[in-house]
């Protein structure tokens, strides 16, 4: 048999207006804040999403972030160059080099996507702010102010000392310790099939002074050198 629930306590009217009257007197007691912006800047979190920096040299026009942007505001435009053969007898290669890359604030929605999928790291938040502009075609930001903002974006925060290493460093690391060690391998192994050095045909001197005669390879005393030799 289902035990009997407890009984409700009955409900006194108008208890939830007290509670929010509670609130509301909680709130005016409190000392107000404001923040005196423009004269201070506020402090903005690490990633604050402001405006969008472009690291020029890492991008290399794959349009991946054009492609990905919702708002279709970002316009890159690119041209093909014929790149020589590194090495004698090999192929010539093509390469993208950027023409244009330009953002449109008016159109973003900063949701962060391109910055997202970019493989290369070519775009990062900065968290500045002020851009507002008085005609709405100033807010398309060619590549050059993209560049500018660049020097606004600020250093990653530190590494969690509890975390993993990335993938990237682990890999890194592995390889140039093979090769370190099999560059130790490789010298030990010239050093073994190097030819001693012969010993001279005049007999060799030893370190206790004495020299070795070639015919009986007994050891003889050698003759100290006079100073009034070298002088004559």
Request: a negative charge; hydrophobic letters at 30%.
């Amino acid at each position: 048999m289902a035990e009997p629930l407890p009984p409700t306590r009955p409900r006194i009217p108008g208890s939830g207006l007290a509670k929010g009257l509670a609130v509301t007197l909680r709130t005016m007691t409190k000392k107000t804040v404001t923040a005196q912006y423009p004269d201070a800047q506020p402090e903005l979190p690490p990633r604050s999403r402001g405006v969008i920096g472009l690291f020029e040299e890492n991008c290399t026009v794959c349009m991946l972030c054009a492609r990905e942007c919702p708002d279709w505001c970002i316009y890159i435009d690119s041209h093909k160059e014929t790149v020589p053969p590194a090495a004698p007898g090999g192929r010539e290669r093509s390469r993208n080099v950027l023409d244009r890359f330009a953002i449109d604030f008016s159109l973003c929605m900063y949701c962060g996507i391109c910055i997202e999928v970019c493989p290369f790291d070519a775009l990062f938040w900065s968290p500045e702010f002020e851009y507002a502009e008085t005609d709405i075609h100033e807010l398309t930001h060619e590549r050059d102010k993209l560049r500018e903002w660049m020097w606004t974006v600020p250093a990653p925060p530190a590494l969690d000392p509890g975390a993993e290493e990335p993938k990237e460093l682990a890999a890194a690391r592995k390889t140039a310790d093979k090769l370190a060690a099999e560059a130790a391998e490789l010298g030990a192994q010239t050093a073994e099939q190097a030819p001693q050095p012969e010993p001279p045909a005049g007999g060799t001197t030893t370190t206790t002074g004495t020299t070795t005669d070639p015919t009986t390879g007994t050891p003889e005393p050698s003759k100290p050198s006079d100073p009034q030799d070298g002088a004559s």
